[in-house]
């Protein structure tokens, strides 16, 4: 699975990070810690479940400011140590097919590339349709997810 920045249909965070593969790594497989950044402020993630293996559960509680909440869950597709995590809400644990949804399903795909500052960072969110990407593109994708981003690295740095 490789991203095709080209394609309507795909949103792609792309940053130069200073910090390793391996810490990336840690940041989204280690459930103590995405909790500590997954959500950009002032939301948290209260709760998290990660199995890194192909197959295995990919699942966050996120809780607003105002008692709002918002679960996801989803199954882990690829998983290279340090170095890619592809997951996607289209699938539960397993590999079975979800059987309804509210919004839109989308596939993660989590690249960390060795760079001479530290790591290059690249989030691509794959979308059944354009109008899937551009629904969560308004929600926020860009800023949302860069600002958790910078919550990881923060931890690190």
């Known amino acids: 699975m490789t991203a ?6 795909d949103l792609v965070l792309e940053r130069d990070v200073p910090i390793s593969g ?12 995405l909790t500590q950044w997954f959500t950009p402020a002032p939301w948290i993630t209260s709760e998290a479940n990660i199995d890194p293996v192909p ?3 990919f699942r966050t509680v996120m809780r607003g400011p105002n008692g709002e909440r918002s679960e996801g ?9 340090n170095h890619r995590f592809v997951w996607t809400s289209a699938l539960e644990p397993g590999h079975r097919p979800v059987a309804s949804s509210e919004g839109f399903l989308f596939t993660a795909i989590i690249e ?4 001479d500052s530290g790591t290059l960072y690249r989030a691509t969110a794959r979308h059944a349709t354009a109008a899937d990407a551009t629904a969560h593109a308004e929600m926020g994708f860009e800023a949302g ?6 919550q990881l690295v923060a931890l690190f740095v």
């Open 112 to 115: 960390f590339i060795p760079s």
């Open 73 to 81: 869950s989803g199954c882990v597709l690829e998983a290279v140590e």
């Open 22 to 33: 391996e810490q990336l790594w840690k940041g989204w497989t280690d459930p103590t810690i």
């Open 55 to 57: 197959g295995g559960i």
């Open 4 to 9: 095709d920045s080209n394609d309507p249909r």
């Open 145 to 150: 997810w860069g600002a958790a981003l910078d």
